[in-house]
């Protein structure tokens, strides 16, 4: 009889396990590296409101944010299976498109060019820019392609009439400019504010432009989007309801955002007004965007005039969060 109530109670206890480690399997949430590539308040924060307010692990989702600047070495991570997903800009994906690498931009958070060309106090005309060195980012950025853009915009030849410096970041380009290691950069919309706090003044207003660009948009590969589906949908359910978050919960968003961002606190405010705008409701990626990138590189590269930009967009994510009626639910 003891031995036969041991064996009961073994059965029962093996039987428990097996429930658990079920119920285990049932409740465990999928584990995504993510990586954002600026250090400033920028319209990809959204995705910190979705970490910070808990929106990932609501959709099932446990996500690691991690901070790679600039998307061409977060791609690099990317492509090594270190990250699942970038919040990147669009050269660097156009160009590693090109190249043949694996690589889409899957959603948009800011689907026009939103920079401005910015000097020091002694410039104040175009003729007072040639000869000057430009505080530039590395190649396939936002930053160099609105660089060059806007210098070609006033006349100007990036390759001869400037010396353009490779010195990264908004916040080390701006450094660069007050220690008067450059004379000018381009910096976005939402860094504005603090370009004038530190007196410098625009000299190329590309934002009032409207030039067709994916700024900023969520990045990863086709393999991914197929290997990882649920997770993909999931992921852009937490992206729509955080931007739902961002645009009615100011004040909650606002300190999420002072925990990241390396700007002065002071502008982040001016800063999430303009996002609150930009910002579409459905994050759906820009193919026009891509276009205007691709038209860019073709001057120099004839023989990109026939890569077709769609190849480098995939909106399938988004568009299922939208028939679904997800954003509805949340108003």
Same mark, same amino acid.
């Given at each position: ?55 990932? *692990? ?38 590693? *498109? ?234």
């Amino acid at each position: 009889m003891a031995m036969n109530r041991r064996i009961v109670l073994s059965t029962v206890a093996f039987v428990m396990s097996i429930f658990v480690n079920r119920a285990g399997d049932l409740n465990a949430q999928e584990r995504l590296n993510f990586a954002y590539i600026a250090p400033n308040a920028g319209s990809s924060s959204v995705l910190w409101v979705a970490k910070d307010a808990g929106l990932f *692990k609501k959709h099932g989702l446990d996500v690691n944010v991690i901070y790679i600047e600039g998307t061409p070495k977060a791609l690099m991570a990317l492509f090594a299976g270190e990250l699942q997903l970038v919040a990147g800009t669009g050269p660097a994906v156009a160009s590693a *498109k090109v190249r043949g690498a694996d690589v889409s931009m899957v959603m948009g958070f800011e689907v026009f060019l939103p920079y401005y060309l910015i000097a020091t106090p002694g410039i104040r005309t175009v003729e007072d820019l040639k000869g000057k060195v430009g505080a530039d980012h590395s190649a396939a950025t936002s930053a160099d392609f609105a660089m060059r853009l806007g210098l070609r915009n006033i006349g100007l030849d990036p390759e001869r009439d400037v010396s353009l410096r490779v010195v990264g970041a908004t916040n080390l380009r701006m450094l660069a400019m007050q220690q008067n290691q450059a004379q000018f950069t381009v910096i976005s919309t939402t860094e504005l504010e603090q370009a004038h706090k530190m007196g410098f003044n625009v000299l190329v207003d590309l934002a009032s432009k409207h030039i067709p660009y994916p700024h900023s948009g969520l990045i990863t590969s086709e393999k991914l989007l197929h290997e990882k589906h649920d997770a993909m949908l999931r992921f852009a359910r937490a992206t729509v309801e955080a931007i739902h978050f961002f645009k009615t919960r100011k004040a909650q968003t606002i300190a999420i955002l002072k925990k990241y961002a390396k700007t002065d606190p002071a502008t982040l405010d001016t800063a999430y007004n303009y996002m609150k705008g930009a910002i579409p409701d459905l994050p759906y990626p820009t193919l026009e965007g891509m276009k205007t990138i691709v038209a860019d590189m073709a001057r120099t590269r004839p023989e990109l005039a026939k890569v077709d930009a769609s190849t480098m967009v995939d909106s399938s994510i988004v568009k299922a969060v939208d028939e679904e009626g997800f954003l509805k639910k949340l108003k």
